[in-house]
């Protein structure tokens, strides 16, 4: 009998954390509502480059809009695949807004952008 309460204080325990994280977690966005839809253009590859030689130099304009029903929060941050370490190093990134520069350097030493509301 003693042994049956004490298995049953945890369990009591396990239930009510379930409970309460099924009514204070997080709700997720619906994507069949399409309330955050973000479309960039171009769509797929941003550069395809074929024979480029040091020195070269290539600009590629993407924009990013969200064509969803709600407004979100977003950050933009970088990432390396060790195939691409020298190419990674020696590229240069200027990312603006409108007329806003928000960086403008070696795509090694960016380290991200502060949140930034994308509008509907």
Excluded: C
């Amino acid at each position: 009998m003693y042994q049956k309460k004490l298995l049953a204080k945890p369990v009591v325990i396990i239930m009510i954390i379930f409970v309460l994280y099924s009514f204070l977690a997080p709700k997720g966005v619906n994507a069949a509502n399409n309330e955050i839809n973000i479309t960039t253009d171009p769509q797929k590859s941003l550069f395809q480059v074929v024979e480029a030689a040091p020195g070269d130099v290539l600009s590629k304009e993407i924009t990013i809009w969200n064509s969803g029903t709600k407004n979100f929060q977003y950050t933009f941050v970088t990432g390396i695949h060790k195939s691409y370490i020298d190419l990674y190093e020696n590229l240069t990134l200027k990312i603006e807004q409108s007329s806003n520069l928000l960086y403008s350097g070696l795509l090694k030493s960016f380290t991200g952008i502060p949140p930034r509301y994308l509008e509907t």
